[in-house]
C-alpha cells in the first residue's frame, strides 16, 4: 500500500521553492567504424524534484517518521500532491531527509525526491 506525504508537513511548503528537471533518458556513444548511436537508460523516464519546508524540531521527527517507518526507508513510495498540477502523483525518496537549523527552533528541509 502506498503512503500519503503528511498534510501538516506539506502545508509547511515554501512557495517558488519547487524544482523538477526530467533525467537524461539515453547515452550516446561512437562505435568504431564512426557511427553515432545512442542507448536509452533504464528508468530514465522520471523526473526528480526538490523543494523547501520549514519545520520545527518536531515536524522534522515526524518527516523522519514518515521516511523510516511508512516509506521503509525510501524504497516505497508515495503519493503527495504535486504543487503546479494539483494532482495526486507517486513519489520516492531520492534520498533520506535533512535539516538546517534556521534559529528558534526551525529547520530548512529540501526533500529530493523522484516523481514517477
Not at 73 to 79: A, H, L, M
Amino acid at each position: 500500500m502506498t503512503a500519503t506525504f503528511p498534510a501538516h508537513l506539506y502545508c509547511r511548503y515554501m512557495k517558488r521553492t519547487w524544482n523538477e528537471g526530467r533525467r537524461r533518458h539515453y547515452n550516446e556513444f561512437e562505435t568504431d567504424s564512426g557511427a553515432s548511436l545512442r542507448s536509452k537508460i533504464p528508468g530514465s523516464a522520471k523526473t526528480d524534484c526538490t523543494f523547501d519546508l520549514h519545520v520545527t524540531a518536531e515536524e522534522f521527527s515526524d518527516l523522519e517518521a514518515f521516511y523510516v517507518n511508512d516509506c521503509a526507508e525510501g524504497s516505497v513510495g508515495f503519493y503527495m500532491e504535486h504543487p503546479r498540477r494539483k494532482t495526486a502523483m507517486i513519489f520516492q525518496w531520492a534520498e533520506a531527509p535533512k535539516a538546517s537549523e534556521l534559529g528558534s527552533g526551525i529547520y530548512l528541509v529540501s526533500p529530493q525526491m523522484i516523481m514517477d
